[in-house]
């Protein structure tokens, strides 16, 4: 389970979270939403434990995320950030292999078996050999997925998986994301502007906006919500307080 108690998180006097609770069960699969630059991705590096909190607590399984950094070799949490943040110099086997090899967990012919079963789960045995730059957008978010997975952590996050993705492939990766949570009894928390992907990554939903957060249980709870923010958000209006950036 994973926990936030009364969160606020302020960055240079600019406040971005006040006093958030949220509460995530185990193989739940959690979608974050709100406008641009109004901290989804704050709070997931809240819960990853990369940032921290100005106040209150968060707790991972009953210890704090820090706790757990102090633990390196049984942290059981996972982050994919949205450029992936691959090993350019390194092989798509290599980058899968990188988090086994830093752990010490197992022997070499060990990692191999791991990494290959790892590779195949999601379609990528056939190009270990290749570098990041070698392989497509939709190919490198998989071997950022494949070296999330590889340590199979109870809780994964994912920081807009889909990002810049054409929508055949961002459906195909996120039902990836789908099929291996339920595979490995995983929890997952995503965070996207997609509503069509919100959908497909996520049963429960946290709308983020103004400092705080709305939880809603279903999707059908969100497109029935009145609140005006959200109301204009998910049916992509011109009309309405969110006001329209134009770039």
Do not use: C
Not at 25 to 49: C, F, N, R, T, V
Not at 159 to 177: V, Y
């Amino acid at each position: 389970m994973v926990e936030l108690q009364n969160v606020s998180l302020t960055f240079e006097s600019q406040a971005v979270l006040e006093s958030v609770n949220l509460t995530i069960e185990d193989h739940s699969a959690i979608s974050i939403l709100g406008p641009s630059g109004i901290g989804k991705s704050s709070l997931l590096k809240l819960i990853a434990g990369i940032i921290q909190p100005s106040a209150g607590k968060i707790y991972i399984d009953k210890k704090s995320p820090q706790k757990w950094l102090s633990q390196p070799k049984d942290i059981p949490i996972s982050m994919l950030f949205q450029k992936n943040a691959l090993f350019d110099s390194m092989s798509v086997f290599e980058n899968v292999a990188f988090p086994l090899r830093e752990k010490d967990l197992y022997a070499n012919e060990e990692i191999a078996s791991v990494v290959q079963q790892t590779l195949e789960d999601v379609g990528l045995w056939h190009v270990k050999d290749l570098y990041p730059d070698e392989i497509s957008g939709g190919m490198q978010k998989r071997l950022g997925i494949a070296r999330s997975l590889v340590l199979t952590p109870k809780h994964i996050l994912y920081d807009d998986p889909t990002a810049g993705l054409d929508p055949i492939t961002s459906r195909g990766i996120a039902q990836l994301i789908r099929e291996t949570q339920k595979k490995h009894k995983m929890t997952i928390v995503s965070v996207t502007n997609d509503m069509v992907r919100a959908k497909q990554l996520g049963d429960r939903f946290v709308f983020v906006y103004d400092r705080q957060i709305s939880v809603f249980n279903s999707s059908d709870d969100l497109e029935k919500s009145k609140d005006p923010v959200v109301y204009q958000f998910i049916r992509g209006l011109e009309e309405g307080p969110l006001r329209v950036q134009n770039d």
